[in-house]
């Protein structure tokens, strides 16, 4: 028997020359992701900058030149100048008993709606969407009313109940959305083994929807780190302002010390960004999984 000699140069010129072409609507949108990016990169970019300036140089150079001497005495200055020791504390407070209250009422709220069969469940989750759609600005008048009625103006509790009560409709949507798509079985199993729905949410659904509940803390812990609106309004007491509020009033009477302006608004936004690194890997893929519909 002899062999059939191969001809690897016939074999590769073979290959369809339209294969080795580059997608020109793929290039498109890279070119158009690139620009996007460098739109958003841009101001964060200046404010780095202009925080690193001394006063002659923020007005001797451009905005987006590196700065050749490093005034990191700028942070310092507006650290102390800023008070902002006492904001930061707040909105760490704030902002570290909010969230994971939060989520877990949310993943609790949203394990009942998907799993436990009651006949105004659907009423129930129609109402909690409906929560959705509400602007928190018209509903700042009310809500201040109600919480200075119950005598929670300038405390701790008086923010983070109204943030709990505008932040848990969304993430029961996106969590119910998660947990209809567990399949019914899991729970009907350990039901039958004796197990309560307690038992069944903390061991079995709450470790698998880890990675929506990463992605739902950093939008959460994003929104409430920076929000302002709300806690102008039911935070007067100067010693109670969160970081923005602290930010505003630093601008109002240093806002023509640019270096150090800047330092204090990269110093507000910090560490919002250093959450979003550490959990970003979760970012897409939670999401994704709590769209799915059950």
């Given at each position: 028997m002899t062999a059939v000699p191969t001809d690897q140069t016939a074999v590769h010129l073979q290959v369809e020359p339209s294969s080795m072409k580059r997608d020109p609507i793929l290039i498109g949108l890279w070119i158009t992701l690139v620009i996007v990016a460098l739109v958003w990169v841009a101001p964060f970019v200046f404010i780095v900058f202009t925080s690193l300036?001394?006063?002659?140089?923020?007005?001797?150079?451009?905005?987006?030149?590196?700065?050749?001497?490093?005034?990191?005495?700028?942070?310092?200055?507006?650290?102390?100048?800023?008070?902002?020791?006492?904001?930061?504390?707040?909105?760490?407070?704030?902002?570290?008993?909010?969230?994971?209250?939060?989520?877990?009422?949310?993943?609790?709220?949203?394990?009942?709606?998907?799993?436990?069969?009651?006949?105004?469940?659907?009423?129930?989750?129609?109402?909690?969407?409906?929560?959705?759609?509400?602007?928190?600005?018209?509903?700042?008048?009310?809500?201040?009313?109600?919480?200075?009625?119950?005598?929670?103006?300038?405390?701790?509790?008086g923010v983070i109940l109204p943030y709990i009560a505008f932040g848990v409709p969304y993430q029961v949507f996106i969590l119910h959305g998660f947990f209809k798509s567990i399949p019914k079985e899991l729970s009907e199993a350990a039901?039958?083994?004796?197990?309560?729905?307690?038992?069944?949410?903390?061991?079995?659904?709450?470790p698998v929807c880890l990675p929506v509940l990463a992605a739902l803390l950093i939008l959460d812990f994003v929104s409430t780190w920076n929000e302002f609106a709300m806690a102008l309004v039911l935070l007067q007491d100067q010693h109670m302002w969160t970081l923005p509020l602290g930010l505003m009033s630093f601008q109002g009477q240093f806002s023509s010390n640019y270096g150090q302006l800047n330092a204090a608004i990269v110093m507000t936004v910090l560490p919002a960004t250093i959450v979003y690194l550490i959990f970003q890997r979760y970012f897409v893929s939670g999401l994704t999984s709590g769209a799915v519909k059950g």
């Amino acid at each position: 028997m002899t062999a059939v000699p191969t001809d690897q140069t016939a074999v590769h010129l073979q290959v369809e020359p339209s294969s080795m072409k580059r997608d020109p609507i793929l290039i498109g949108l890279w070119i158009t992701l690139v620009i996007v990016a460098l739109v958003w990169v841009a101001p964060f970019v200046f404010i780095v900058f202009t925080s690193l300036k001394t006063p002659a140089a923020v007005t001797g150079t451009g905005a987006f030149v590196p700065p050749t001497e490093l005034a990191f005495e700028n942070y310092s200055a507006a650290w102390s100048r800023g008070n902002f020791a006492n904001s930061f504390f707040n909105s760490v407070i704030i902002t570290v008993i909010k969230v994971p209250l939060g989520l877990f009422l949310s993943a609790m709220a949203a394990y009942a709606l998907a799993k436990i069969k009651l006949k105004i469940t659907k009423a129930l989750l129609l109402l909690v969407v409906f929560g959705t759609m509400i602007p928190f600005q018209v509903m700042l008048a009310p809500l201040f009313t109600l919480v200075n009625s119950l005598g929670l103006i300038d405390t701790y509790p008086g923010v983070i109940l109204p943030y709990i009560a505008f932040g848990v409709p969304y993430q029961v949507f996106i969590l119910h959305g998660f947990f209809k798509s567990i399949p019914k079985e899991l729970s009907e199993a350990a039901l039958i083994d004796g197990a309560n729905h307690f038992i069944i949410f903390r061991r079995i659904f709450l470790p698998v929807c880890l990675p929506v509940l990463a992605a739902l803390l950093i939008l959460d812990f994003v929104s409430t780190w920076n929000e302002f609106a709300m806690a102008l309004v039911l935070l007067q007491d100067q010693h109670m302002w969160t970081l923005p509020l602290g930010l505003m009033s630093f601008q109002g009477q240093f806002s023509s010390n640019y270096g150090q302006l800047n330092a204090a608004i990269v110093m507000t936004v910090l560490p919002a960004t250093i959450v979003y690194l550490i959990f970003q890997r979760y970012f897409v893929s939670g999401l994704t999984s709590g769209a799915v519909k059950g």
